[in-house]
């Protein structure tokens, strides 16, 4: 698992590699990542967007930007977490994410919400050098 907070606002990241959606054959690999975003603070808040960097083995970068996550725009009152599951394909056995997720708090005030640096990697190609 990997964890960032921000603003009391925490991010839980918890990726898997799904061999049965991957090709190797034909540099098609596939991960989910389920994320758990908790507030830990004493203001509501709402994600309004998301900013995700990708970058495969190889060093080539992807960044996607929208609204909300899987559809959605969740309020989170203190205390309160939303989780959800979504997935990344790469030409490459292995890569990494980071990103951030726009916030609004209930004064209108916009901040930003660190979503931690996660490796994903595609256990069938792990190597050891002996």
Known sequence: MYRAVTRDIEVKVVPRFL????????????????????????????????????????GRLQEVRGAGVVGEEPVLAPGSAFEYTSGVPLPTSSGFMTGTYGMVASDGERFDVEIPVFSLDCPQERRTVN
């Open 19 to 58: 061999p049965e959606r991957s090709s190797g054959e034909q540099n098609y690999y596939f991960w989910s990542y389920t994320i758990e975003i908790t507030n830990l603070g004493k203001e509501t808040v709402q994600l309004k967007t998301r900013h995700w960097r990708i970058t495969d083995a190889l």
